[in-house]
């Protein structure tokens, strides 16, 4: 059984790491980020017409955590998959100059918009509804948001009950995690 264990081991430590490749501006780049305008109101509309769900992710250069994520959670071939199939996502940069059209219509540039958002920590993942009513900013009209990097059971646990719209029933994502952990444990 040990050799085994060596042996697989071994093999897991050779496969390559297929993480996201650092773009310019110092973030990751992984292959399901969309490349918009950053208009919410049009990256929503596109995401809808694609049957996804729109998600914004706001990272900043040379974050750990967020290398953390790209590294070792989203190269996870169920996440990615998940991903590529069911989101839409758009990558803001915590001190980036890029202009950003909030679902409100206000444009700033990303470092001010995050600050408008509120938003202090990296990476953090902010998921939305299919549909924004008018004049509601974006963490107003997010149906969950997370700050930090998580392990991949609770990145693919996320993903699924926001796609599942979750947020619209009574067992809030905790308790959702914590049945899913369970059944898992059952099996």
């Not at 967020?66 to 199939?85: G, S, T």
């Not at 803001?92 to 890029?98: L, Q």
């Not at 990476?123 to 107003?140: K, M, Q």
Request: proline residues 4%; hydrophobic residues 45%.
């Amino acid at each position: 059984m040990n050799k085994l264990l060596a042996i697989v081991t071994a093999l897991f430590v050779a496969l390559p790491v297929y993480a996201a490749e650092l773009g310019d501006d110092g973030l990751h780049k992984a292959e399901w980020m969309r490349d918009t305008f950053k208009d919410l109101r049009e990256d929503l509309a596109e995401a809808n017409a694609e049957g996804k769900r729109l998600a914004v992710i706001v990272e900043q250069r040379g974050c750990i955590y967020c290398k953390q994520m790209h590294e070792e959670v989203f190269v996870d071939p169920a996440i990615d998959a998940y991903i590529k199939e069911n989101y839409f996502f758009v990558q803001i940069n915590m001190f980036g100059d890029v202009e950003v059209t909030d679902f409100d219509g206000e444009t700033l540039p990303e470092k001010d918009m995050v600050q408008k958002w509120g938003a202090m920590f990296t990476p953090l993942i902010i998921y939305f509804p299919e549909e924004v009513a008018e004049g509601v900013s974006a963490p107003r009209a997010a149906v969950a948001q997370v700050p930090g990097a998580f392990g991949r059971g609770t990145t693919l646990s996320m993903l699924t009950w926001v796609r599942e719209k979750g947020y619209e029933s009574e067992e809030p994502f905790q308790k959702y995690l914590a049945r899913k952990l369970a059944e898992q444990q059952s099996d």
